[in-house]
C-alpha cells in the first residue's frame, strides 16, 4: 500500500465497503459521542467521515488529535448504520473503521477555524490566508477560477487563436495608472517598469507577420484598491487579431464569453447576440457607460431637460440649472399606487449623502373618470385637482402629486407621462445638475431603486457591447483637447478629412467617434478593446489634435510607431478581466474570494510581509539612495 493514501476522501463509496484502505488528510471535524469518536477527515478532493472506538488499537492516538491535524489513517470500509447516512456528501453512505492512525503534522491553536463559513476581519484572513483557503467555500471558488481559465484557453485555440508570452520587464509606459518601477543594477539610474498591460507588445506581434495572438495575461498598476480589481496585479484575457473590422472581433470574442458563462453559469440564462448600445445612448438610458440590463425596461431613463425649460414649468431651480449649461434627468420608478412617504423621503435622503440637493419626483396618482354632473357634486379640492389630470395614451386617468408637481401645468406632466411610458401610480425622479454628474445620481439611482423595487432580475447573465466612444473630450483644468479613452484607437472617421483637420476646428474635433469598444455584463465593465489606429500619418495627427507633438510618439511609443512606419497590418483586440469573470461566475462582489493571495486594501501582503524594506547592501548593488518621508509626529 502507498506510503500516504490509496483513496483520496473523495473517493470511497458503497462498492469499496469492505476494502481494507488508507487515507491522509486534516482533521476537519471531531465529535465524541458517548466515547466513540468520530473525524471527519478532509484532503483536496472531499471528506470521509472516520471512526474510532475503544475497541480500535488506535483510539488512544485518536484521543489526543485536534482540529487540522494531519493524519494518516488506516481502516476499513463499511457502510453507514442506517439512518445516519449524509446523502448531502459524496462519500456520506459509508465510513472508515479505524485501525492505525499516524500523526503526519500536528497543528497550533487556530487563529480562525476551518470547519464553517464565519466572517472574519480581512487582515486575520489575509494573515492566515493558507487557512483561510482550507474552507469549502474559498476553495472551491479558486478552483472554479482554473477550470474558467482551462476553459477560456480552450476555447481561444478553437478560434484560431495561438498564445504567446510577452515581457515582464519592459519600460515605463504613460498608459494612464502608475507603474511598479524595478532598478536597473547593470544600467545605474535607470529603471524597468512592470507592464501595466501587453498593450504595444500585442500590437508588434501584429505588425510582426502573426494573426491571432491571445494571453492570460498579468498586468501591474501601482493603483488604489477596489472590489474588483487588486491593487498591485490582476490577469486579464489579452487578444489581439489581424486585418479585422470591429464586426470581426466581436464574433470572436462572443462565443468565447458566452460559452464560458454558459457553462459555469449554473444554468442560469446568458445573451445569444450582445445588443451594440451607444455610449451616447448609454450615458442617457442608463446613466453609466456600464449598463445593467437586468433592470426592467421601465426604468430607462429619459431626457426631460426641454420640457423644464417650457413656459408652463415654473420650477425656477431646474430652470436656473438648464440656464448654466446643466440638464435634467427622469427616473421612472413603477411602484405601488400606496408606496408610502418613507420610500421618497429615504430617496432623497440617499441623494443628499451622494453631495446631490435631493432627488425632486411626481407621483402620478389615478384618478376615477367623472362626467360634469359628477363633478359638480364634489367640492372645489376635487375640481381643482380633476383639472390638473390629464389622460395618458390608454385613456386612463392620473394627476400629478408631489413637491414638484404644483409647478407644472397637466400638459408638461402628461408630456413627462408619456416619455417615460409612465402608469398610473408611478413616480418619476428628477436629477438635475452638469451633465455628468446628473446622468451619473441618476444612474445610481436607477440601479438602486430597481433592487428596492424588485425591478433586477438577478438570474440571468446581461451582455452588451458599448460602442462609438467619443475620440476626444475638452479637458476643462487645462482648457484644451484631449484623448477620451484610448490614443491608440483609429478615428471613426474618413482618413484623408482625418489627417486635414484644422486644429482650431474645436466642434467637429469634439463630435469624432472612435472604434473602441467596451464589453459589459450585469452592470460590471469586463473589458475594453479598440480597433487600432494602424497608420503613421494618422497616428501623428491623432496625437497633434490632442496638442502632443511627434517627439512624444517618439519618446513615449517610439518602438511601434517606428514599427508601423515598416508596413502595420489593420488590427484590433479587446483584453477581458478574468478577475471580474470569475467573480460574477462565482457570485462574489470581493476579489478576495476568488484569488489565491490577494494584497489587502493598502497594497500589503500580510502573509509574505511585503512591501518590505531590503538592506543596505541591495540599495548600494541597485546605486539608490533612499529618500523617505519625514515621520509624521
Not at 494518516?72 to 485501525?99: F, H, K, S, W
Not at 413603477?334 to 408610502?340: H, K, L, R, T, Y
Not at 381643482?384 to 395614451?393: A, D, G, I, T, V
Not at 418619476?428 to 433592487?451: D, H, S
Request: with cysteine.
Amino acid at each position: 500500500m502507498h506510503r500516504y493514501r490509496s483513496h483520496s476522501c473523495g473517493a470511497l463509496r458503497e462498492s469499496h465497503a469492505g476494502e481494507n484502505i488508507r487515507l491522509s488528510g486534516w482533521c476537519h471535524r471531531i465529535r465524541d459521542h458517548g466515547g466513540v469518536l468520530f473525524i471527519d477527515l478532509r484532503d483536496h478532493y472531499g471528506i470521509t467521515q472516520c471512526v474510532v472506538d475503544p475497541d480500535s488499537p488506535a483510539f488512544g492516538r485518536a484521543e489526543k488529535i485536534r482540529s487540522e491535524w494531519v493524519i494518516r489513517v488506516d481502516g476499513a470500509v463499511r457502510q453507514r448504520p442506517a439512518g445516519t447516512e449524509n446523502p448531502e456528501m459524496p462519500t456520506g453512505l459509508i465510513e472508515v473503521y479505524v485501525t492505525d492512525i499516524e500523526v503526519l503534522g500536528p497543528a497550533a491553536e487556530l487563529p480562525l477555524p476551518v470547519f464553517g463559513e464565519q466572517n472574519y476581519p480581512e487582515d486575520m484572513r489575509l494573515r492566515y490566508r493558507f487557512l483561510d483557503l482550507r474552507r469549502e467555500k474559498l476553495h472551491n471558488n479558486i478552483m472554479l477560477r482554473g477550470q474558467i481559465i482551462d476553459s477560456l484557453r480552450a476555447r481561444m485555440k478553437a478560434e484560431g487563436f495561438f498564445e504567446f508570452q510577452t515581457p515582464i520587464l519592459t519600460a515605463s509606459s504613460p498608459e494612464g495608472a502608475r507603474d511598479f518601477l524595478v532598478p536597473s543594477r547593470l544600467h545605474p539610474g535607470k529603471f524597468y517598469a512592470l507592464p501595466q498591460a501587453p498593450q504595444q507588445f500585442k500590437q508588434l506581434i501584429m505588425v510582426a507577420g502573426f494573426d491571432r495572438y491571445f494571453q492570460i495575461a498579468p498586468c501591474f498598476r501601482d493603483e488604489d484598491a477596489r472590489a474588483d480589481r487588486s491593487p498591485g496585479e490582476f490577469y486579464q484575457l489579452d487578444i489581439e487579431m489581424s486585418f479585422v473590422t470591429q464586426e470581426d472581433v466581436f464574433a470572436a470574442v462572443e462565443p468565447v464569453l458566452r460559452g464560458v458563462f454558459e457553462e459555469f453559469g449554473g444554468g442560469r440564462p446568458v445573451t445569444q447576440k450582445f445588443p451594440m448600445i451607444p455610449f451616447a445612448e448609454a450615458m442617457l438610458k442608463y446613466g453609466s457607460d456600464k449598463p445593467d440590463l437586468r433592470i426592467d425596461k421601465r426604468m430607462d431613463i429619459v431626457d426631460l431637460t426641454d420640457i423644464f425649460m417650457r413656459d408652463d414649468v415654473n420650477f425656477n431651480a431646474f430652470k436656473n440649472v438648464i440656464k448654466s449649461g446643466g440638464i435634467v434627468r427622469g427616473i421612472p420608478a413603477p411602484i405601488a399606487e400606496d408606496q408610502p412617504r418613507s420610500f421618497f423621503d429615504k430617496q432623497n435622503e440617499w441623494a443628499r449623502s451622494e453631495g446631490a440637493p435631493g432627488l425632486g419626483y411626481v407621483k402620478f396618482n389615478r384618478l376615477q373618470h367623472m362626467s360634469s354632473a359628477e363633478l359638480a357634486e364634489h367640492g372645489d379640492a376635487v375640481r381643482q385637482l380633476y383639472e390638473r389630470s390629464f389622460q395618458l395614451n390608454d385613456g386612463r386617468r392620473v394627476y400629478g402629486d408631489g413637491p414638484i408637481a404644483k409647478f407644472l401645468s397637466a400638459e408638461a406632466l402628461k408630456e413627462m407621462a408619456t416619455r417615460a411610458n409612465l402608469s398610473p401610480g408611478d413616480a418619476l425622479f428628477f436629477a438635475a445638475g452638469p451633465e455628468n454628474g446628473a446622468a451619473a445620481l441618476a444612474g445610481k439611482a436607477r440601479i438602486r431603486m430597481a433592487r428596492e423595487l424588485d425591478m433586477l432580475d438577478a438570474n440571468q447573465f446581461a451582455f452588451a457591447w458599448i460602442v462609438d466612444f467619443p475620440m476626444y473630450e475638452w479637458n476643462e483644468d487645462d482648457k484644451k483637447i484631449d484623448f477620451s479613452h484610448n490614443p491608440f484607437s483609429m478615428p471613426n472617421f474618413d482618413p484623408e478629412a482625418f489627417v486635414a483637420l484644422d486644429p482650431a476646428d474645436e466642434k467637429t474635433i469634439l463630435g469624432i467617434k472612435a472604434f473602441q469598444y467596451d464589453i459589459v455584463c450585469n452592470g460590471t465593465e469586463l473589458s475594453s478593446g479598440a480597433i487600432r489606429n494602424h497608420r503613421p500619418d494618422i497616428m501623428k495627427k491623432a496625437f497633434a489634435l490632442a496638442g502632443y507633438g511627434e517627439d512624444v510618439l517618439e519618446e513615449k511609443f517610439g518602438g511601434m510607431y517606428r514599427a508601423f512606419q515598416y508596413g502595420a497590418p489593420p488590427h484590433g483586440g479587446i483584453a477581458p478581466g478574468i478577475d471580474r469573470i470569475v467573480m460574477l461566475l462565482a457570485g462574489e462582489e470581493n476579489l478576495r474570494e476568488i484569488v489565491l493571495f490577494p494584497m489587502n486594501q493598502r497594497a500589503e501582503d500580510l502573509l509574505m510581509g511585503a512591501p518590505s524594506a531590503v538592506t543596505t547592501k541591495q540599495l548600494r548593488e541597485l546605486h539608490i539612495r533612499l529618500n523617505l518621508p519625514e515621520a509624521k509626529t
